[in-house]
């Protein structure tokens, strides 16, 4: 079974398969226990800071990588915030951490 990309989205290299690396039809990777640590865990107070604050800068893909979760995950994470409008207190907490350095 083939895998189909939106256009312009992340094509993976074709030695992806050989290490296991699968993507859905939205060009994101599934779930590897390798990249994907904190898979199934609870989000730390400093994840969820981490994610409010660089969600508009860093691409999904980055996110995943330095949290250890699927893109999607701190996608559906993010506009859970978002609609919960807590986004700005936690990327207000992690700004003041970043003052008193």
Avoid at 30 to 46: A, I, K, Q
Avoid at 53 to 60: E, K, L, N, Q
Wanted: contains cysteine; hydrophobic residues 30%; charged residues 30%.
């Amino acid at each position: 079974m083939g895998q189909r990309f939106i256009r312009g989205a992340l094509a993976p290299h074709p030695d992806d398969v050989l290490d296991g690396i699968t993507y859905d039809s939205g060009g994101r990777m599934e779930y590897h226990p390798e990249f994907h640590f904190s898979h199934g865990e609870p989000w730390s107070f400093e994840d969820l800071e981490y994610l409010c604050t660089f969600y508009g800068t860093d691409d999904a893909r980055t996110l995943a990588f330095a949290l250890g979760k699927t893109e999607h995950t701190c996608r559906v994470k993010y506009y859970k915030l978002k609609l919960d409008g807590r986004v700005d207190y936690y990327r207000d907490c992690y700004r003041r951490k970043l003052e008193a350095n």
